[in-house]
């Protein structure tokens, strides 16, 4: 079983940036696309930001475009999301999820209910 674990989570202000990690562990990661999901207080969790096994295809929900970047080191097992201009409607829990997959359109996996393999999160908040 992928076992993820997410951190860099914690308060910014408006236009601020994070980076969050997630690190993969129990298999070798670049069998898996992966991505990064957020769940806000009282909604559904939804998709942020998805990426294919070698990095081959990347996909990100509209309201992110621009100021995220989705990345990976299949060498060290880690996934990353870079959070700049960050926007109070963006606070919420971010979660990691992979899945062993070998297609190459990230679009075609990029959602909750695809994903197999879930870390437990890490709180973003954006606050003044």
């Known amino acids: 079983q992928l076992q993820l674990v997410e951190s860099g989570g914690g308060l910014a202000q408006p236009g601020g940036s994070l980076r969050l ?9 670049e069998h898996f696309a992966v991505g990064w999901f957020r769940q806000a ?7 942020v930001a998805c990426l294919t096994r070698n990095s081959e295809s990347i996909t990100y929900t ?3 475009k621009g100021r995220f970047t989705i990345s990976r080191n299949n060498a ?4 990353h999301l ?3 201009n960050l926007k109070p409607e963006d606070t919420a829990d971010y979660f990691c ?5 070998y297609g190459v ?3 075609a996996i990029c959602n909750t209910r695809a994903m197999r393999n879930w870390g437990k999160g890490t ?6």
């Open 21 to 29: 990690s997630c690190a993969s562990s129990g298999f070798a990661l």
């Open 41 to 47: 207080p009282g909604k559904e969790r939804e998709e």
């Open 62 to 64: 509209d309201p992110v």
């Open 76 to 79: 060290n097992g880690m996934v």
């Open 82 to 84: 870079q959070m700049n």
């Open 97 to 101: 999820a992979a899945l062993s997959w």
């Open 105 to 107: 359109d990230a679009g």
């Open 123 to 128: 709180l973003v908040t954006v606050s003044s």
